[in-house]
């Protein structure tokens, strides 16, 4: 079976949430006792989803995707209470990061990326939350740890036909 179309998370994936937050405030955001006074602050004041680094582990599979023959979409978790503003963010940071071709849509809720998948679609995500809808719904899953074992992962799915890939 061939895959039809990859949908690509954003935080834990390409974009480094965890390191942008922990760096500021020595603690990831899940593990953080004051994200609640915190959260939005950092969304409005810092406009901190457009300005997360690219997440180091991420950059080999971003460079694979980029000369992929199989469509990308990026399917991300904007939220439910600042929706709008935080998929403004992520479609901001797509751009400034040289990937703002790649259609985009956003989900309020992880489960929700389950409503995408079909037996020839394949999700990469680093939450668990959001890869088990999607197989639960027939879709197929990686789960992102690196680049290296996502992208020997997608040459067995048969996601390998790329023109000009130079891994570093």
């Not at 991420?58 to 979409?73: A, E, H, R």
């Not at 985009?104 to 809720?109: A, E, G, I």
Request: glycine share 6%.
């Amino acid at each position: 079976m061939k895959i039809s179309k990859i949908y690509l998370d954003m935080d834990g994936v390409i974009a480094d949430l965890n390191g942008y937050y922990s760096k500021k405030y020595g603690v990831i955001p899940r593990n953080d006792k004051k994200f609640n006074e915190r959260w939005k602050p950092e969304i409005y004041d810092n406009k901190m989803f457009a300005n997360l680094p690219i997440l180091e582990e991420g950059k080999d599979l971003i460079n694979f995707l980029m000369y992929c023959k199989t469509p990308v979409i990026i399917l991300s978790c904007a939220t439910t209470d600042d929706f709008a503003e935080v998929a403004t963010q992520k479609t901001e940071w797509l751009k400034k990061n040289g990937m703002g071709h790649w259609p985009r849509m956003y989900v309020k809720k992880k489960p929700e990326k389950g409503l995408f998948a079909s037996e020839d679609t394949l999700l990469i995500d680093d939450s668990e939350a959001c890869l088990e809808p999607f197989q639960e719904a027939g879709g197929n899953v990686i789960q992102f740890f690196n680049s290296v074992q996502t992208i020997e992962m997608l040459n067995e799915y048969g996601v390998n036909e790329y023109e000009t890939y130079i891994g570093t």
